[in-house]
């Protein structure tokens, strides 16, 4: 990997680790803790049990991406939280706030701006890796994970 592609993915992590944080946080210490969040999912149509999911990875997971720690599985819940919140309660309330002669596709598009630009550095994350400035990288988790051989261990054989 390039070193400018190491220092774009910490950029990413560390924007996107900044933005999920605060909403993490007043989910899991807020009053009412995750089961107060998680107890208004149903009215959305989703699980209880992604309250709890969301919640913890917008706390936990966005420390734990800025630290490039797992963090293609972080990546992986946070997208998954961004896209729940688009399709279960972004749009809809989009759709049902939308003013006369107003063209759908902007209002829908303006009501997930900040959630598509999450996800989208999720996936994007999720598809380079947390780079070498990370403890993925100085652990050498992805190697232990999928057994990849390093440059010496092939030379080796």
Not at 17 to 36: D, Q, R, Y
Not at 114 to 139: N, W
């Amino acid at each position: 990997m390039k070193k400018t592609t190491d220092v774009a993915a910490l950029l990413l992590r560390i924007a996107a680790g900044l933005i999920f944080l605060p909403h993490g946080w007043s989910k899991v210490f807020g009053e009412g803790g995750p089961a107060a969040f998680a107890a208004d999912l149903p009215s959305f149509g989703l699980p209880p049990f992604l309250g709890y999911v969301a919640a913890y990875a917008e706390c936990f997971g966005a420390m734990l991406l800025i630290a490039g720690f797992l963090a293609r599985l972080d990546a992986f819940l946070l997208a998954c939280t961004m896209a729940g919140a688009m399709y279960a309660v972004k749009i809809p309330d989009a759709l049902a706030e939308i003013p006369p002669n107003a063209i759908r596709f902007f209002a829908i598009l303006r009501a997930i701006e900040l959630e598509l630009a999450l996800f989208t550095i999720c996936v994007a994350l999720m598809l380079i890796g947390a780079g070498r400035l990370s403890l993925d990288h100085a652990l050498r988790i992805e190697e232990r994970l999928f057994k990849k051989k390093t440059a010496a261990e092939a030379a080796a054989v």
